[in-house]
């Protein structure tokens, strides 16, 4: 496929130029070449320095998914200048000059072809990564013009009839949303913060009905008459959630919470985001707060038991768990947290107890599939552990959480590589954010012996996560691991610059000098269930 062919050669020429094997300018002008046109007219290009698409609509540039049935790759070597307005300003979006239109057809030499609808103007140079850059068409019509076949002979242009100003109209109508949420935001803050509520005073006194008294509790989720508005964001951020859509999810979380500031419901589901994103810290942070809010409320309770064991701190995420269970007994989420801190405490009766009593209370909820599926993975029962997990998956299947975590234990527990590159695979195309997804696909790809796809996976991780010491190292061995020790050495030495005592990178870097292909080293000891990577937040 020509996305994913040019998603590779994209993460190829990044990892090139973090170690110097290339310069900025043959990076940029390599990059230029990663652009194609959809069947729908629209151009697509790579940015430089994120490595995500961006599809060009006529105005500007934007952020996008291209499709999955592109045709191949356009590039042809001129490309005349749209017929636009010398003064509209156009955005230009990372990588490199815009995608030109195809050069006009011999067959037809009075008139050139047509520019796609969609066909991005020229810019002179490679705009900065990552930001809009504004282009004066005027001052490049005398630059920019193209090279046309010896036959032909470019007629003039007629001057363009004068069009209907859209753009006034754009920012007239914007100008007008803008003024309308200033009233709405004045009238929330007069209403919320000046003493008295004059706004609801003035209509009671028109309407003759009673404001409420001033310092009215805001009532929570549990309560009846609690906001209908709060309960539907939750259930938008839950629906997101499990599509693998997670910073949507989390902004419908951060809605209903100021919606609602009284309710612990939204801060709870709001920490199991951040959990599942990586974000251990802030999760942590936001179920102390839902506690402090709910210091009653199970699920509260239940989900600090997680952020507390997925931390590190399994002695208070078992106190967590308990009290969640006090509270409420039949909550199958508060059982089947406890049951993973008892796992990761050692304590497998109690968890095994546990987690049995999340499945009876709850036989088609992931999370009890889950934990039965650790116990039984830690009991070394491979084939019902097994069938527990693909029951996970089946339960959740577009979770993209639910494939890595599967993936993990295929690649750790039951030495299967194969199957775990099925697994983070799928990770990857629900959430490509998920740093660890990519690299830990990388590593199963070595252990299947597709050291060159995992070269792929490593360096799209490190244009992700640069900071990521450890994936340089890994970079190395893929390259060593394919016989290219010349291509993996740089790799090594930089994982040494940041790193002097990284134990794979030394090793790694002396096997190479020594004409032996590096090898990855025996896995640590694992922890039982496996705890999330934390990823620092950008």
């Not at 952020?307 to 969640?324: K, M, P, T």
Request: hydrophobic share 45%; glycine share 6%; with cysteine.
């Amino acid at each position: 496929m020509i996305v994913e062919e040019m998603e590779r050669r994209f993460f190829e020429l990044k990892g090139k130029l973090d170690v110097d094997k290339i310069t900025d300018v043959e990076f940029k002008t390599e990059v230029q070449k990663l652009r194609f046109q959809d069947k729908q007219g629209r151009w697509w290009m790579i940015g430089a320095q994120s490595g995500k698409w961006y599809a060009y609509d006529g105005m500007r540039w934007v952020p996008g998914q291209p499709p999955a049935d592109e045709p191949a790759p356009v590039v042809p070597a001129a490309a005349p200048m749209p017929a636009l307005s010398a003064v509209t300003p156009v955005p230009a979006p990372i990588s490199a000059s815009v995608p030109p239109a195809p050069a006009p057809s011999a067959m037809t030499p009075a008139t050139p072809a047509p520019l796609p609808v969609s066909a991005p103007p020229v810019t002179p140079s490679v705009p900065k990564p990552e930001t809009l850059v504004t282009q004066n068409l005027a001052a490049q019509a005398d630059h920019a013009k193209p090279a046309l076949p010896a036959r032909m002979v470019a007629p003039k242009r007629a001057a363009p009839a004068p069009a209907f100003p859209l753009r006034s109209v754009l920012l007239i109508g914007g100008a007008a949303f803008a003024a309308l949420l200033g009233v709405v935001v004045l009238w929330l803050l007069v209403e919320n913060f000046v003493p008295g509520k004059p706004i609801s005073s003035f209509f009671a006194s028109i309407t003759g009905r009673k404001p409420p008294a001033v310092g009215t509790p805001i009532l929570t989720l549990a309560q009846p008459g609690a906001p209908k508005e709060v309960s539907s964001f939750l259930a938008q951020g839950d629906q997101l959630l499990v599509q693998s859509n997670i910073d949507s999810a989390i902004t419908q979380y951060q809605t209903a919470a100021q919606l609602a500031p009284n309710s612990a419901a939204a801060l709870t589901r709001w920490s199991r985001a951040l959990a599942f994103k990586g974000l251990l810290s802030d999760a942590l942070d936001k179920a102390k707060q839902a506690t402090q809010r709910g210091a009653n409320d199970a699920e509260a309770q239940a989900q600090l038991c997680r952020a507390l064991a997925w931390n590190g701190q399994v002695n208070e995420a078992i106190v967590a768990g308990e009290r969640a269970v006090q509270l409420d007994a039949k909550n199958a989420n508060a059982r089947a947290n406890l049951a993973e801190a008892y796992l990761l405490a050692r304590r497998l009766v109690e968890a095994q107890a546990a987690a049995s009593a999340a499945m009876q209370l709850a036989p088609a909820s992931a999370e009890a599939h889950r934990v039965q599926a650790w116990v039984l993975t830690i009991q070394g029962q491979r084939e019902a552990a097994l069938g527990e997990w693909r029951q996970v998956t089946a339960l959740e299947p577009d979770f993209y959480f639910r494939h890595f975590e599967y993936g993990e234990v295929l690649r750790l527990y039951f030495n299967d590589p194969a199957s775990a590159t099925a697994e983070f695979q799928r990770a990857v195309t629900l959430y490509g954010a998920y740093v660890p997804s990519i690299q830990r696909l990388g590593l199963a790809l070595i252990a299947a012996n597709k050291p060159l796809e995992a070269v792929a996976s490593f360096q799209r991780t490190i244009t992700l996560d640069p900071n990521s010491v450890e994936t340089y190292a890994y970079l190395g061995i893929a390259f060593g691991a394919a016989n290219q020790c010349s291509q993996g050495i740089p790799y090594f030495e930089q994982t040494l610059k940041l790193n002097p005592n990284n134990s794979v990178a030394q090793r790694g870097l002396a096997d190479c000098r020594a004409g032996k292909p590096p090898t990855l080293p025996a896995a640590p000891p694992l922890a039982v269930p496996l705890t999330p990577p934390t990823i620092a937040p950008k």
